[in-house]
Nanobody
Framework: VQLQASGGGLVQAGGSLKLSCVAS????????MGWFRQAPGKEREFVAA???????SFADSVKGRFTISRDNTKNTVTLQMNSLRPEDTAIYYC????????????????????WGQGTQVTVSS
């Protein structure tokens, strides 16, 4: 499974960005897809995830501001980020959990076995 993330950039606080991740190989429509981010000097952290049945999960820090969706016909998962804050600045990674479906999307990095290359998001104050 190969994952290609795009859509990052520079935006002012309060603005919006949409990240996309296209998957190739494997059976995308059976995977849980997640987004993680890593700020300089910090560990990679969970942002959002969506299962094949479109159950979603979000980090508390982004609830109400970010949404996640998927298009199984295009093997694409999208992260819509609104009301961006400087603390959202990070490299954003998409990831695929190809393991057995457990009913809810995992927020643990160890659950995800394929990762994209990351896309930089910078929010200026």
């Amino acid at each position: 499974v190969q994952l290609q993330a795009s859509g990052g950039g520079l935006v002012q606080a309060g603005g919006s960005l949409k990240l996309s991740c296209v998957a190739s190989g494997g059976t995308f429509n059976s995977y849980t897809m997640g987004w993680f981010r890593q700020a300089p000097g910090k560990e990679r952290e969970f942002v959002a995830a969506i299962t094949w049945s479109r159950s979603t999960s979000f980090a508390d820090s982004v609830k109400g501001r970010f949404t996640i969706s998927r298009d199984n016909t295009k093997n694409t998962v999208t992260l819509q980020m609104n009301s961006l804050r400087p603390e959202d600045t990070a490299i954003y990674y998409c990831a695929a959990d190809t393991g057995p479906f457990l009913g809810i999307p995992s927020s643990r990095k160890s659950s995800y076995d394929y990762w994209g290359q990351g896309t930089q998001v910078t929010v200026s104050s």
